[in-house]
């Protein structure tokens, strides 16, 4: 069982940044898939950005975000990160963190709002 909590989200202007944090309980954390992913008003839930396990940490983006977000993470504290610069209005969403790995585990956190207002 893997427990997720999100962190940092809030209201920003446009251009500027936020830096959500997702901290997972578990002794195995260093074997998941960490993802973002966000959900607007109305519309359906969308993949952000992941990163792959720790052996390899290959890093994974929406095309809408890509050179403006960055995901990591740190495994001595069990926490991915999401780094976003330059938001937009259009990135406004409730952003879930996601840890996924093989065998049909997969775990959700309870989601952070980030509002990008003027």
């Known amino acids: 069982q893997v427990q997720l909590v999100e962190s940092g989200g809030g209201l920003v202007q446009p251009g500027g940044s936020l830096r959500l944090s997702c901290a997972a309980s578990?002794?195995?954390?260093?074997?998941?898939?960490m993802g973002w992913f966000r959900q607007a008003p109305g519309k359906e839930r969308n993949f952000v950005a992941a990163?792959?396990?720790?052996?390899?940490?290959?890093?994974y983006y929406a095309d809408s975000v890509k050179g403006r977000f960055t995901i990591s993470r740190d495994n001595t504290k069990n926490t991915v990160y999401l780094q976003m610069n330059s938001l937009k209005p259009e990135d406004t969403a409730v952003y879930y963190c996601?840890?996924?790995?093989?065998?049909?585990?997969?775990?959700w956190g309870q989601g952070t709002q980030v509002t990008v207002s003027s």
């Open positions: 578990g002794r195995t954390f260093s074997t998941y898939t």
């Open positions: 996601n840890a996924a790995r093989s065998g049909g585990y997969e775990y």
């Open positions: 990163i792959s396990w720790s052996g390899v940490s290959t890093k």
